[in-house]
């Protein structure tokens, strides 16, 4: 395997080089990369048992701590208002969770277990955490290329969706304008909601209580206004550690004779098609109810119903003002965006908790 030792301390380097350089999620690809530059150098013994890099691995992966202490900084930076004051753009996150089971299918079709089949798919959340939290408890043996799939693909998002929805949509869509106007609502409300919305997933889908629970607690943590010092402590210190350590122990699974396989490049191939399939659904749906409505919805909308929040949403609003300066798309995309982050941890929810007796039938 020495020949494989040193590709794949190359593609540890092409990380490296595509988070510096490129900037593609560096918080999370540098330390992945080195870490896997690091695990590949010969009788080094990082991981093993003992290793450095496994010992990190036991700690935050194989008991799921990572991912969950991630979704309670993530739920502090996250503002549910857009969504409250506009519910009924959850359809669209929801058409966006469609490329999870198009990614599953196909890697059924092609000769993937159910489980790593499961892992695959959740891809397709475009939910770093979600993926990670899956593939560790159902398929740990393929966490190392659905971790780098999903946040490289993750930081091309611009780079699919730019295409999409110029490709599927008509200039005339492209310029509608969605009329924004603040709906009141009581302060209280942005208290109510995380603890409605954890109940109700809780309730669907009991394993997936461990997602949801932590990303409304970091985000009733934010909106209560009296835990400053840990919203603060979970936003910054919490999650920058969890992230370095989070990379540290991803890149350590992604040695030669797990990583140079066949399966590595087929989860490569069913990522791409689990992120297209997103967006284009997404975008679709959003043509749809746009007929319904006798053109008040501008489809590019359908194509935030992803968890990539916020650069989805923002992406959306640049082509907005490109096709036209005075068109303000941002507030109906960062709904739908912000919905997408709650629709990727149900759906993990769901699969979750039901892929097993699925899987045993």
Request: hydrophobic share 50%; glycine share 8%.
């Amino acid at each position: 395997m020495f020949l494989g030792n040193i590709l794949m301390m190359t593609i540890g380097l092409l990380l490296i080089y595509l988070g510096i350089k490129k900037k593609y999620e560096p918080l999370l690809l540098v330390p992945i990369g080195f870490s896997a530059f690091l695990a590949n150098i010969p009788y080094s013994g990082l991981t093993d048992v003992s290793g450095f890099l496994r010992i990190i691995y036991d700690l935050g992966i194989e008991n799921e701590l990572f991912p969950l202490l991630l979704f309670i900084g993530i739920g502090t930076m996250i503002d549910f208002s857009p969504l409250i004051e506009r519910p009924w753009l959850l359809i669209f996150s929801a058409a966006g969770q469609i490329g999870i089971f198009i990614a599953l299918m196909f890697a059924l079709l092609i000769g993937f277990k159910p489980l790593e089949a499961v892992s695959i798919g959740i891809i397709g959340a475009m939910d770093g955490p979600t993926a990670i939290y899956v593939t560790s408890k159902y398929a740990p043996h393929l966490l190392g290329p659905v971790s780098v799939c999903a946040y490289s693909y993750m930081a091309s998002i611009p780079l699919l969706q730019v295409p999409l929805c110029k490709i599927l949509t008509t200039r005339k869509e492209r310029l509608i304008r969605m009329e924004y106007s603040q709906t009141p609502f009581s302060n209280s409300l942005k208290l109510i909601f995380p603890i409605i919305v954890t109940l109700i997933v809780s309730l669907i889908a009991p394993a997936g209580t461990p997602l949801i629970g932590c990303l409304m607690f970091g985000n009733l943590m934010k909106e209560s206004g009296v835990l400053e010092r840990l919203t603060k402590s979970a936003q910054n210190e919490i999650t920058n550690i969890t992230t370095l350590l989070l990379g540290l122990a991803i890149g350590g699974t992604m040695t030669a004779e797990k990583f140079l396989t066949i399966q590595s490049l087929l989860i490569f191939l069913l990522g791409i098609l689990a992120f297209i399939s997103a967006i284009t659904c997404g975008i679709l749906f959003a043509k749809i109810v746009n007929l319904l409505s006798r053109g008040k919805v501008n489809p590019m909308i359908g194509s935030c119903g992803i968890s990539a929040f916020p650069m989805a949403a923002r992406t959306v609003h640049k082509i907005g003002r490109e096709e036209d300066p005075d068109n303000w798309l941002i507030m109906h995309a960062m709904a739908t965006n912000v919905g997408g982050q709650i629709a990727s941890i149900i759906a993990g929810s769901i699969i979750l908790t039901y892929a097993p007796f699925l899987a045993s039938l």
